[in-house]
């Protein structure tokens, strides 16, 4: 049981730097998330997908993109990192319906220098 | 916007003992979801716990229980029989049932328990 795989789990960028957070869930669900937990704060929405194609705005969508082509993978795109970028990012997937409990990645550690 | 809030950034509690966590959110909706979710030192988000809002009976999972005032607008969690591994994060979560289904959670509560 797979469940929700981000990689990495560990990542150090420089300024100006871009990278891709992937994240692939083998569990079929249609909802899937990107958080972003900053030091002793809770987890902030950046974005999220409802099904293959569709992605919104959370919270906190700045300066990340996302796309949805299956249902599997959200990759989050970090363009230009910045040290406010620096944080701990967390994929989710859920399924829409009456359990609708949301399954967490181990999460990504970020630092930009 | 739908917040939830938990007002106590940090407690403890003794090993046996029992602890209650508080969290109130605010919304309009009728149909949503409340969760508790803990994260220990791994950084993995673990479910601890879920009610639905049309439920009136509050929900229990072994030593874990909450109590849920849909009124008041408050969900806490109590833990009884305190054990080392309840030491984590605590996270209260709501969600709307139904449409865009969107996860907040509040900022957190970090617990302690001591031997």
């Known amino acids: 049981n797979a469940g929700v795989t981000q990689t990495p789990k560990f990542r150090i960028l420089k300024i100006g730097q871009s990278m891709t957070l992937q994240c692939t869930q083998d569990?079929?669900?249609?909802?899937m998330y990107w958080y972003r937990q900053d030091p002793g704060m809770g987890l902030k929405l950046i974005y999220y997908?409802?099904?293959?194609?569709?992605?919104d705005k959370g919270e906190v969508p700045n300066g990340y993109n996302v796309s949805r082509s299956t249902t599997e993978d959200f990759p989050l795109r970090l363009e230009l990192a910045a040290p406010s970028q620096t944080s701990v990012y967390f994929c989710?997937?859920?399924?829409?319906?009456?359990?609708?409990?949301?399954?967490f990645g181990q999460g990504t550690r970020l630092t930009v220098v | 916007a739908q917040t939830v809030t938990q007002s106590q950034p940090e407690m403890s509690v003794q090993e046996a003992e029992t602890v209650t966590l508080s969290c109130t959110y605010d919304?309009?909706?009728?149909?949503?979801?409340l969760f508790w979710y803990k994260q220990p030192p791994s950084r993995q988000m673990i479910l601890v716990i879920r009610?639905?809002?049309?439920?009136?009976q509050n929900a229990t999972e072994n030593r874990f229980s909450v109590n849920f005032q849909k009124a008041a607008k408050s969900f806490s969690l109590k833990i009884s029989d305190s054990q080392l591994g309840d030491a984590a994060m605590y996270f209260c979560?709501?969600?709307?049932?139904?449409?865009?289904?969107?996860?907040?959670f509040g900022k957190g509560m970090k617990l302690t328990v001591n031997p």
């Open positions: 989710a997937s859920s399924y829409k319906g009456r359990r609708t409990e949301a399954f």
């Open positions: 569990m079929n669900h249609n909802y």
């Open positions: 997908s409802v099904g293959a194609g569709i992605t």
């Open positions: 919304t309009s909706e009728s149909d949503y979801y």
């Open positions: 009610q639905e809002a049309y439920k009136q």
């Open positions: 979560a709501w969600l709307r049932q139904g449409g865009s289904e969107k996860l907040v």
